[in-house]
């Protein structure tokens, strides 16, 4: 990943509020050619279908140009809402069975299609995916995830954030939240066009990254990315954030780069490059020799 990952620079950190993001900059700007999965949906270009497989749902794309579906990313309705276990690019007309966990506990009724979501997954429920993917992957080379650490960080957030969810689900916490989440996104409104990711810190720790093939790209789904870190920002509310410079954000990004990555087979193009090792977890996807999208959080608690 080395390789890719120097093609970018950090940016001088800022604040929304308790959340501090260090852009991260794209030193080539071009553009990126994907459709996003909120637009494929949209567009009648892709459908997504629940088959009564807690852990898979089929992706019916049918669009003209390579679509990408974000880590995370979260999907509603059906017979229960799900999170997406990993980033996958489908470039051509074509039906994917995608690797879910569910995020919603007391639901399992509904129709089979899925709708479109203006929700990522927050961060440390994403270092559970990600760890949880990686020893899946290590092991029995498979995307699964790891059901009930999801749950019980679910449970967490929404007692942390004095939300109630007849059907213990996550989204909850994202509509409950909505007015304070667009408190902090009026800040991400000027950013430098060549932003193309960022790394937050909350409490002087970081708490993740995600870092997209282009800046482009990184516009389609900024808000939605951000969404999920503020709510993890939400959830630590009373902590206080000190100032963080440029040289500690560009230590972390360093480091990452240091790193030795496994390659693994993606779900559907391209390869996958992960680590996990000295309490961070990361994953990258390549499609075609270009990366299309870096994240890396903290191994979480018991990962």
């Given at each position: 990943?080395?390789r890719f990952?120097?093609?970018?620079e950090i ?13 991260v900059?794209?030193?080539?700007n071009?553009g990126d050619?994907?459709?996003v ?14 088959r ?5 749902v089929e992706?019916?794309?049918l669009?003209d140009q390579?679509?990408f ?7 509603l309705?059906a ?6 276990n990993?980033?996958?690019v489908?470039?051509e007309?074509h039906t994917v069975?995608?690797?879910v ?5 007391g639901?399992?009724?509904g ?6 979501s203006?929700?990522?997954?927050y ?7 990600a ?6 992957l290590k092991?029995r ?13 679910v449970d ?9 969810s ?10 409950t939240?909505?007015e304070e989440?667009g ?6 409104e000027?950013?430098d066009d ?5 790394i937050?810190?909350?409490g002087g720790?970081?708490i993740?990254t995600?870092?997209?093939g282009s800046?482009?790209l990184?516009q389609k789904v900024?808000e939605?990315?951000a969404?999920?870190?503020i709510?993890?920002a939400?959830t ?9 410079n440029?040289d500690?954000?560009m ?8 790193r030795r990555y496994?390659a ?9 490059y992960?680590f ?15 990366m ?12």
């Amino acid at each position: 990943m080395r390789r890719f990952l120097k093609n970018y620079e950090i940016g001088e950190p800022f604040f929304l509020r308790n959340l501090v993001l260090a852009p991260v900059l794209a030193k080539t700007n071009g553009g990126d050619g994907y459709m996003v999965l909120e637009q494929a949906i949209q567009s009648k270009s892709a459908r997504i279908f629940d088959r009564g497989n807690v852990n898979t749902v089929e992706l019916d794309y049918l669009g003209d140009q390579p679509l990408f579906i974000m880590e995370g990313e979260e999907i509603l309705g059906a017979l229960q809402n799900r999170v997406v276990n990993t980033s996958v690019v489908v470039e051509e007309p074509h039906t994917v069975h995608l690797p879910v966990v569910c995020v919603e506990k007391g639901r399992w009724s509904g129709n089979s299609q899925f709708r479109e979501s203006q929700t990522v997954a927050y961060p440390s429920l994403r270092a559970i995916l990600a760890s949880s993917v990686y020893e899946s992957l290590k092991s029995r080379h498979e995307f699964s995830a790891n059901q009930s650490q999801i749950w019980q960080s679910v449970d967490q957030t929404l007692k942390s954030l004095q939300v109630h969810s007849a059907t213990q689900s996550m989204h909850d916490a994202y509509q409950t939240m909505e007015e304070e989440i667009g408190h902090y996104l009026e800040y991400l409104e000027d950013v430098d066009d060549r932003m193309a990711g960022f790394i937050a810190v909350v409490g002087g720790e970081v708490i993740g990254t995600d870092v997209f093939g282009s800046p482009a790209l990184f516009q389609k789904v900024r808000e939605k990315a951000a969404r999920g870190y503020i709510i993890e920002a939400l959830t630590r509310r009373f902590q206080t954030s000190p100032l963080v410079n440029r040289d500690f954000v560009m230590d972390f990004w360093e480091s990452l780069q240091r790193r030795r990555y496994e390659a693994y087979p993606a779900v559907a193009h391209g390869k996958e490059y992960r680590f996990k090792r000295q309490g961070w977890v990361a994953r990258g996807l390549v499609v075609e020799d270009q990366m299309v999208h870096f994240s890396a959080f903290p191994v979480p608690t018991g990962g």
